[in-house]
């Protein structure tokens, strides 16, 4: 029987942005396995996983808070993309495709946290 979480088309997208994440990482200069490389990794990463914690509150209220730490997460994904970006780690191309996954993801997350008020 799955998890009520595994269902959810924003958890679905969060994981396949870990996923692309995941894969760019491992291209970044080896001078950034614990700085950048990490960072950006941990924070695709908990998109999904506070979706998937969230789900398994009792109340409405609790769900939200977690999808806002998702929200927030999605965040700090961007601000890494950018910080890429500016050290030349990826191209304007690859750039633009993650920032869109990540608009989605975050209008996707808010759309969610409205529907629970």
Not at 5 to 22: H, R, T
Not at 49 to 73: D, P, V, Y
Request: hydrophobic share 40%.
């Amino acid at each position: 029987m799955p998890f009520k979480f595994e269902g959810l088309k924003v958890w679905q997208a969060s994981l396949e942005l870990g996923e692309k994440i995941n894969v760019l990482a491992d291209k970044f200069p080896q001078k950034e396995i614990f700085n950048l490389s990490s960072q950006i990794r941990r924070a695709a990463d908990s998109i999904g996983l506070n979706i998937a914690e969230g789900s398994s509150g009792h109340t409405n209220a609790e769900q939200k808070r977690f999808l806002l730490f998702s929200n927030r997460s999605v965040l700090e994904v961007v601000a890494c993309i950018i910080k890429a970006k500016h050290r030349n780690y990826i191209n304007e191309t690859i750039f633009a495709d993650l920032y869109q996954d990540c608009e989605v993801l975050s209008k996707m997350l808010s759309s969610f946290i409205k529907s629970l008020d």
